[in-house]
């Protein structure tokens, strides 16, 4: 089993809906998670961190933590086709380095 | 505030050399981590250097070596190059600064070619 794992896609939404990415993660003692963003031949960039259970949001990005079920989630509202891109979910579990999964590819549709 | 910077952005080398990558992090991190990037493996952890000393270590061979600085910049030496080492090398930093949450920002990494 994987110890961090995302839903492969590739996943294509049409312009304006919401997209859902999902990550989970087998250490149950992880305490921080993160969200990057990676465009073809870039390095990734953050999006949003959260640490507490609950949402948070920033813009039209809500990340979600549900650290009972181990399970970490990227909603992106009013998705533009320049969200198109590789999403890397990354956790921070009891060795302190980040490990990331294998990433989502999205495709916005206009 | 500049970024994290990485030299060189594109390297070829063949195999059996070695080879120095260099990672400047952002003013005032301390934390400087090195991730190897390729489409089947992924985003790798390689090892993470803070205060010059070495953090903790993934899984790889111990062709792969680090070193940091004391003005933090950050070198990882990769020996006897293999072709399967060809891939992209990101560098992140991260304030590592108690009470503050630490995250990592990464520079544009170094795509190396192994022929």
């Known amino acids: 089993q994987k110890e961090v794992e995302q839903n492969s896609g590739p996943l294509s939404v049409p312009e304006g809906a919401i997209a859902s990415l999902n990550c989970t993660y087998s250490d149950r003692v992880s305490q921080s998670f993160f969200w990057y963003r990676q465009y073809s031949g870039k390095s990734p960039e953050l999006i949003m961190s959260i640490y507490s259970n609950g949402d948070k949001e920033d813009g039209r990005f809500t990340a979600q933590l549900n650290k009972a079920s181990q399970y970490v989630s990227l909603l992106i509202r009013d998705s533009q086709p320049s969200d198109s891109a590789t999403y890397l979910c990354?956790?921070?579990?009891?060795?302190?380095?980040?490990?990331f999964g294998s990433g989502t590819q999205l495709t916005v549709l206009p | 505030k500049a970024g994290v910077t990485q030299t060189p952005r594109y390297l070829i080398k063949t195999r059996g050399q070695q080879v120095t990558l260099s990672c400047s992090p952002i003013s005032g991190h301390r934390s400087v981590s090195w991730y190897q990037q390729t489409p089947g493996q992924g985003l790798q952890f390689l090892f993470e250097y803070f205060s010059e000393t070495q953090r903790n270590k993934g899984n790889f061979p111990g062709r792969f070596s680090g070193r940091q600085f004391s003005n933090s910049r950050s070198e990882m030496n990769v020996s006897t190059l293999e072709l399967g080492d060809s891939a992209l090398y990101l560098c992140a930093s991260s304030l590592t600064k108690a009470g503050a949450e630490e995250t990592q920002y990464f520079g544009p990494g170094t795509r190396l070619l192994v022929l």
């Open positions: 990354a956790v921070r579990g009891s060795a302190r380095q980040l490990t």
